[in-house]
């Protein structure tokens, strides 16, 4: 599976250690590095994950709130090969989840290099072979060798907290939403919460719960839609209509669905996007809001909506329409960012796509991008029984969606014919992998 033996730059020299890899390296151990490497593991591939963190899906382990459950049904959430446990309920928690995830690893013998922090990858033109640098505590710095890298990082790696001026001056707890457990310590507290997706509206619900006074930040329009309709998932129900109506009427129907459900959401302070939801996901990747109770707690009242701050003050907060009020607390449900173009090494000329997670340079091989947040415009294309006809359907609907786009996905073999690779398509990758003289099981 791999050899040893020390780096071709002279800089580097008995200095870092090299590893050849007989296979892919997998970038992330969270549900997409696992959902790869199962399908290796089950073809014979041989393969290395590198994790940066001390467990798998440290996201889910480390980062998220204790009443998080699977917005979507199990059924559109279990990764390949093994389905969720029949006694978990239709949304399973946080804790079956990691549960889950963590037996999962272990069925296909999965053991992620733990705490290696990759610096660097590039694609060698002259050895035709990916190096990936990283750094460990104990081991110092190695250089992976190997003809295929699959980054399965995910878009939630950094948080991402807005300046906003005055934010230093005020003497409340500040913190993002990645490190927000509970409400359980915020009881009696006025909390702002700045931001409206669903991190933001659960969060807002966590704090009431707890006896809090939660306010929350709409700074831009935003989709709600119910988690289910009529007693079926409301995104389930949406890709079933995709099979036989475009995707601007189906679009239509859930937001009038959504209205009947729901009721007018301005008058709240909750604006819709001119653009569908499923075209807002699909062209700007924003997801909509699956309510799962905070906007009955917004009706009432019990849950304030409130539009883009202006200023923080010692104890308070100035709002653009002028309005002052006293908090306690601030969180930031304001989202994440990649930190890939940080060590993915890449010209930005024109062979290159102008979005990283979208396509890839066709002249670097066998590069593969696994996107690890879950949408279920991928679980629910590429996750389901291996049954054909639905797979064909799947395929369409995922042309459909993603237009020009989705053919960026681009890989090439060892013959050099190109062949696309979407994200959540480990069945793809094991194809091409299996043309390839070096990957013999």
């Given amino acids: 599976m791999a050899m040893f033996g020390p780096c071709s730059d ?19 151990a969270g549900p997409s590095g696992l959902a790869v490497g199962a399908c290796l593991r089950e073809q014979g591939v041989p393969f290395v994950i590198i994790e940066k963190a001390d467990c798998i899906a440290s996201l889910w382990q480390k980062r998220t709130y204790d009443r998080l459950k699977l917005h979507l ?18 949304y399973p928690t946080k804790g ?7 037996s999962y690893a ?31 505590s104990t081991q110092g710095e190695v250089e992976y060798l190997c003809r295929w890298l699959v980054v399965a990082t995910g878009e939630n790696a950094e ?10 001056e005020f003497s409340g707890k500040v913190l993002h939403a990645s490190e927000y457990k509970s409400g359980e310590s915020f009881k009696g507290q006025k909390v702002l919460v700045v931001g409206c997706g669903n991190s933001a509206m659960e969060i807002s619900l966590d704090l009431f719960n707890h006896n809090a006074a939660p306010s929350m930040v709409c700074r831009s329009s935003v989709h709600v839609l119910p988690r289910e309709i009529y007693g079926r998932s409301t995104f389930e129900l949406a890709m079933l209509l995709m099979r036989w109506l475009p995707l601007w009427l189906v679009d ?64 308070g907060v100035e709002l653009i329409n002028g309005n002052k009020f006293e908090i306690d607390a601030v ?7 990649s930190n890939v173009p940080n060590w993915l090494k890449v010209r930005s000329d024109s062979k290159y796509c102008s979005r990283l997670f979208m396509s890839f340079p066709t002249h670097a091989p066998n590069l593969i991008r696994t996107v690890a947040y879950f949408s279920l415009l991928f679980f629910f294309f590429f996750f389901r029984k291996e049954n054909s006809s639905m797979r064909m359907d ?24 190109d062949s696309l690779v979407h994200p959540w398509m480990p069945s793809k990758l094991l194809k091409i992998l299996a043309r390839s003289g070096n990957m013999k099981q």
């Avoid at 049904?73 to 239709?90: D, I, M, R």
């Avoid at 969180?331 to 960012?337: D, E, H, K, L, N």
């Fill in 106 to 136: 272990k069925s296909f013998d999965i053991s992620p290099q733990f705490n290696e922090c990759v610096q660097s990858a590039k694609y060698d033109q002259t050895l035709g072979l990916w190096r990936v640098n990283t750094a460990t």
């Fill in 10 to 28: 002279q800089d580097d020299f008995m200095t870092r250690r090299c590893i050849w890899v007989n296979g892919p390296v997998i970038v992330g």
């Fill in 394 to 417: 799947s395929q369409r609907h995922h042309s459909r969606l993603g237009g020009k786009e989705s053919r960026g996905f681009t890989q090439l073999d060892s013959q050099g014919e």
């Fill in 252 to 315: 239509k129907i859930m937001l009038v669905l959504a209205w009947l459900i729901l009721g007018n959401m301005e008058k709240y302070g909750i604006k819709r996007p001119s653009m569908g939801p499923l075209e807002l996901k699909n062209k700007k990747g924003k997801t909509p809001v699956l309510d799962i109770g905070s906007l009955s707690k917004i009706r009432s009242g019990d849950i304030k909506v409130v539009p883009e701050v202006s200023i923080f003050s010692r104890n």
């Fill in 159 to 168: 948080p991402v907290i807005p300046e906003i001026d005055g934010l230093n």
């Fill in 331 to 337: 969180v930031f449900a304001t989202g994440y960012r």
């Fill in 73 to 90: 049904p199990k059924e559109l959430c279990q990764l390949p090969k093994l389905q969720f446990p029949q006694h978990y309920p239709q």
């Fill in 96 to 102: 079956q989840f990691i549960e889950y995830l963590e």
